[in-house]
């Protein structure tokens, strides 16, 4: 399946070799997805930020709205540090993987300057429920440990695989998705790249690339025995190897949310929306044993800034796009983005090169 950048309609920008997370060096992406029977759709998604060592490096987190869990976020706005991996998961398996990840941890507590790592894994959750039997638990440590174990750099799988297995985003399949941007700052380029779990939005908020999608396929609905009664989140990683301070990674995660405005979000009230920024760049030990901190000045972020926002978009559009249509829990159907007419509709409305 092409992507929406191979068909020429994807938001500007450079991305890099695999147009996704891991096109920040290092970094490495897990998945552990649970398709059983009928009612069992469900995964998780490990990021390790500089694959299996226990890496500890700026960063930043925002919630543009709380309804929802990302566990570990309290300490690293207290720190400015992220220690260890992140995973994402369905709501009722937050403890279960928060617990496993821990585990994976214990390792490695001794590292000088670890002080919360394996004590405050970071965790985030998106519901499942329509297409996973969520309070079966279904989810194992066991599974956890075969993310950690399949996480690689390379292309990113997307849609419904970990994490992303049962969600839903606007009334479609969705999932996860991912994204990268070069960016020039300061004379040098920098990599930064985006993962999403969507499952937001209600069908008639849905924007692709500022077109009104959501208004124009009204048909393929979800076959639920009643709507929804909660709008769905989204939890959204950025990763970058600029160097960049605490407060700057801040506001990157700031501007992610203008990604998801841009594809039509309203953080409405039963939504949790959670943005969670770092660098790969951490500072060095001098011989004093004081942190040196190279990075780059505010008056240079700019850059920076636009592509957390369009990255952001553009992961989310992959994962609506490479969403197929699932029936699951209850017998519940979800459908899959009906791509050509949305390639006719966008074709139509946007100036393709």
């Not at 690689?152 to 994204?179: D, H, L, R």
Request: net charge negative; glycine share 12%; hydrophobic share 45%.
């Amino acid at each position: 399946m092409k992507r929406l950048r191979e068909l020429g309609l994807a938001p500007s920008g450079q991305a890099g070799q695999w147009n996704a997370i891991t096109d920040v060096s290092g970094l490495e992406v897990g998945h552990r997805t649970l398709i059983s029977g009928t009612d069992i759709r469900t995964g998780v998604t490990v990021i390790l930020p500089q694959g299996r060592c226990l890496s500890i490096v700026p960063a930043a987190s925002f919630a543009l709205n709380g309804n929802g869990e990302v566990t570990g976020t309290a300490w690293i706005e207290e720190s400015g540090f992220l220690e260890g991996p992140i995973a994402l998961t369905n709501t009722c398996s937050v403890g279960l993987v928060r617990d496993t990840l821990r585990r994976w941890m214990l390792p490695y507590l001794d590292q000088p300057g670890a002080l919360g790592a394996g004590l405050l894994p970071v965790v985030g959750e998106t519901w499942d429920g329509l297409l996973n039997d969520i309070e079966g638990q279904h989810l194992q440590a066991s599974h956890v440990f075969e993310a950690l174990k399949a996480a690689a750099s390379g292309p990113v799988s997307e849609g419904a695989v970990g994490g992303g297995t049962g969600m839903v985003c606007f009334g479609f399949k969705a999932g996860i998705g991912s994204s990268s941007r070069q960016v020039m700052a300061a004379d040098e380029n920098w990599d930064l790249g985006v993962l999403v779990q969507t499952n937001f939005g209600r069908r008639e908020q849905c924007l692709m690339r500022g077109v009104p999608i959501g208004e124009l396929i009204q048909d393929l609905k979800p076959e639920l025995p009643a709507p929804p009664q909660q709008d769905g989140s989204i939890i959204a990683v950025l990763a970058t190897n600029a160097p960049l301070l605490p407060h700057q990674l801040k506001r990157l995660a700031r501007r992610m949310a203008l990604g998801l405005a841009r594809m039509g979000g309203m953080a409405n009230n039963t939504s949790g929306d959670f943005f969670l920024a770092f660098s790969t760049a951490s500072p060095q030990l001098n011989a004093q044993g004081l942190e040196s901190w190279g990075v780059l000045a505010n008056a240079q972020l700019d850059p920076l800034l636009e592509a957390a926002a369009l990255a952001t978009e553009e992961a989310i559009l992959n994962a609506i796009w490479a969403g197929e249509t699932m029936s699951g829990f209850g017998g519940n159907r979800i459908y899959g983005l009906p791509h050509d007419r949305v390639l006719k509709i966008l074709q139509q409305r946007l100036t393709v090169d």
